[in-house]
């Protein structure tokens, strides 16, 4: 499932839950779903992290070390 398609069927469960509420079935799709979102959001930023470097006063590139 692309995400576009994760995103566009969370914004209707969204919608379905203010107006007339969720089903058993419909709440865990919806946890799956922002699961698998919240997976990618997490990924990309470690993805971008890992490309990003510091400079220091002198000029000097190291990469950002992890905690």
Same mark, same amino acid.
């Given at each position: 499932? #692309?995400?576009?398609?994760? $995103?566009?069927? $969370?914004?209707? %469960?969204?919608?379905?839950? !203010? /107006?007339?509420? *969720? /089903?058993? +079935? +419909?709440?865990?799709?919806?946890? !799956? %779903?922002?699961? $698998?979102?919240?997976?990618? =959001? #997490?990924?990309? *930023? =470690?993805?971008? %992290? +890992?490309? /990003?470097?510091?400079?220091?006063?002198?000029?000097?590139?190291? #990469?950002?070390?992890? #905690?």
């Amino acid at each position: 499932m #692309k995400m576009d398609e994760v $995103i566009a069927r $969370i914004n209707e %469960l969204a919608k379905k839950a !203010k /107006t007339e509420g *969720l /089903t058993n +079935e +419909e709440l865990q799709e919806r946890d !799956k %779903l922002r699961r $698998i979102y919240i997976d990618s =959001v #997490k990924a990309n *930023l =470690v993805g971008h %992290l +890992e490309s /990003t470097y510091y400079v220091d006063e002198h000029g000097n590139k190291s #990469k950002l070390k992890h #905690k």
